[in-house]
């Protein structure tokens, strides 16, 4: 009797692994979105909690800029907080005086707006607050966007706009 396997069954297991495979390819990439929008979801607030207290610090105004360079969904755009009430010309540029940056490269096909009279946040000296309410929401797909939503008496949450979505709550 011969060892070993024929040349049917490896075809056979090869067939069945690949059928494994392509059932699992989806479940990855949803499980690779939903790490990218915590991810990001994380990053907002974390430099969000910074630069209150980066201002606070210092006891100066912050200034917090949302600079776009080119699509949204790119990640051509970046957070910045300075001390200058004007706003950088560019992403590149914005690097510059810094004191907290947030680059928006690692996050490619997340489409983030950022939503408030006006794209410059200031941050009081005093108490850290940010001087008017707004919000940045950020998407990979448009059904379920997130939102870190600000506001001018409390601190800044993350939350989803339709529902439970990605583990946060709805706003």
């Given at each position: 009797?011969?060892r070993?396997f024929?040349?049917i069954e490896?075809?056979i297991s090869?067939v069945?692994l690949?059928?494994?495979l392509?059932?699992a390819?989806?479940?990855?990439?949803?499980?690779?979105?939903r790490?990218?929008?915590q991810r990001?979801?994380e990053?907002l607030?974390?430099?969000?909690?910074q630069t209150?207290?980066?201002?606070?610090?210092r006891?100066?105004?912050l200034?917090?800029h949302?600079?776009?360079?080119?699509?949204?969904?790119?990640?051509?755009?970046a957070?910045v907080?300075?001390t200058?009430?004007?706003a950088?010309?560019?992403?590149?540029?914005?690097?510059?005086?810094?004191?907290?940056?947030?680059?928006?490269a690692?996050?490619?096909n997340?489409?983030v707006?950022?939503?408030?009279s006006s794209?410059?946040?200031?941050?009081?000296?005093?108490?850290?607050?940010?001087?008017q309410?707004?919000n940045?929401?950020f998407?990979v797909e448009?059904?379920?966007p997130l939102?870190?939503k600000?506001h001018?008496r409390?601190?800044?949450?993350?939350?989803?706009v339709t529902?439970?979505v990605?583990?946060y709550?709805e706003c």
């Amino acid at each position: 009797m011969a060892r070993g396997f024929t040349l049917i069954e490896m075809l056979i297991s090869l067939v069945v692994l690949a059928v494994l495979l392509a059932a699992a390819v989806p479940s990855f990439s949803g499980m690779s979105e939903r790490s990218k929008m915590q991810r990001l979801a994380e990053e907002l607030q974390g430099f969000w909690g910074q630069t209150k207290s980066e201002a606070v610090l210092r006891n100066q105004e912050l200034y917090l800029h949302f600079v776009q360079d080119g699509a949204a969904y790119a990640g051509e755009w970046a957070l910045v907080a300075n001390t200058s009430p004007s706003a950088p010309s560019d992403r590149h540029a914005a690097k510059v005086n810094a004191l907290t940056y947030l680059d928006g490269a690692p996050f490619k096909n997340i489409t983030v707006n950022f939503t408030a009279s006006s794209t410059t946040t200031t941050f009081d000296r005093v108490n850290g607050r940010p001087t008017q309410n707004g919000n940045i929401q950020f998407s990979v797909e448009s059904t379920k966007p997130l939102m870190l939503k600000f506001h001018n008496r409390s601190s800044a949450r993350i939350c989803s706009v339709t529902g439970e979505v990605y583990g946060y709550p709805e706003c």
